[in-house]
């Protein structure tokens, strides 16, 4: 039998926590037993007092079973308070929809905290009741934050419905996030998409800025439909192009 | 490096961050404050707060600035009972928050009974949470409003130690030492404490226990109140190690209290804040002389906009 999400968050914290590691089972087992939620929030707090903030160190046993346990998870790059914090959050029996545990805490988080939740995405329960608190973290101002749902990450493969997908794309490149470390950044390739990107391509050749090499990623399987074609052919005449495509 | 321990920068433009971080600013500190128009409801207190823990915090750290906050109902707006009370069931969550430093800016604006009120209740919250507290003294009545900020500190018990007495001047500031509070000055045109007053305080007093700070905010500021201070400290015969002290030291020693303010955090950041929230400051690294300059200076320079 695999092991859970959960199992393994709590193997790595633990092995990592030292001297913490008992204060870590500890608070566990009581978030597990019906807390209130205070204690959910004081234990998400002290997190990063008791644990620090150093990277999660993960083998690649490690990182085989992550898959494993959920296609497509890469908790590489984690950090360690910021994986107590996702355990706690599954560990916690709420009183109430998740989703409205998961927004309180949203709305009240810092920097550090937003990271962690957004992070632990594919790994909570009801996901389709968490659309709405997606939207907030895919709109806000802090990259880290929208990049913690935007790379390595298979919850916008799995659950975001087109638009927000193309959107999520091209708010990438607009504030020059990598596409290379978007799961399913092929699977999810879509006719729209690649106008969409061929347009913004045009834009940013417009204004004499660079563009971005992955952006073709998601534009050559329609290379050959009629609107994409135009609108390359054209770039092509505009001296655009020279190897993008190729 | 220099440490600005009172700055309100959420009311601040890009160029203030670029000043302050090209000046040799590696840390500041954002009190949560009145915005200068009363919010009128719990929620939009609570977004502030949510703001300078997270947002702000992220902007600071573009410009290779490591931003702190402190979390507390200011003085004025503990005037509105109804929104205080409101506020402050939210503080506990917050207090908590990284890079939360110390209960504040609290304190009395018009001495009024909630103001006592409301600054009480806070300064237990500090003791339970064993965090420093930052105190405004009030701008009318202020060696009278001063002392007693300091009264009802002892009279809660919190040791003098953890507590930094801020916008001090000639009249209080002898005091607040002699009482073993930390004594902050906020170099503020017009208003509180102007540069060359300062540098005249440090030659009489040294550097013990002296903050000095901008506490730039929307009103007519400086945000290179610390840094011009120093300069001017150090072109006036004061010695490097007071001014070392009073613009870098003293705060980190202070607001370190808490825990959550460390020297590492900018010289050796996490490797995860260095992947999101922490650019680095090149510019000290690089071993650039910090310099000065206006921000009136800076947009006229620059004709292309890129």
Redesign the interface.
Known sequence: MTDQPADLLQRWVTTQAGDAAPWVTDQLATLAQGAAERDL??FL??A??KL????LVLSPADRAAADAAHAGWEPQ?W?ID?AARVLGLLRFKAQRPFAQVFKDLR?????????ALYRGLPLYPEPETLDFEVGEGLRS????VF?AIAHRNPFPRDHFDQHRWNHMILKALFVGSDLGPITGLKDRANPELARILVDYAQERWAAGRPVSEELWIPVRPFADAPEIRSRLDRARAEGHLEEALQ | MLIDPHAHMISRTTDDYQAMADAGVVALIEPAFWLGQPRTFVGTY??Y??TI???E??RAGQFGIRHYCTIGLNSKEANNEELAEGVME?LP??A????VVAIGEIGYDEQTALEDKYFRLQLELAKELNLPVMVHTPHRDKKRGTSRSMDVCEEHGIDPGMVVIDHNNEETVAETLQRGFWAGFSIYPSTKMGNKRMVELLKQYGGERIIVDSACDWGISDCLGVAKTAQLALESGVSEETVRKVCYQNALDAYGQS?QMKEDDWLNP????Q???YEGNSILRGGREPHIETPGERRAKQLLIE
């Open positions: 929030h004081i707090g002290l990063p007092r620090g903030k150093s990277d790059g950090s910021g709305r009240t988080a810092d920097a550090g905290e937003m990271i101002n802090l990259k880290p990049e | 609570v977004d707060l949510s823990v997270g947002w915090r992220f939210w969550r917050f908590l928050k990284e890079g825990g996490p490797a995860i804040d992947r999101t929230l």
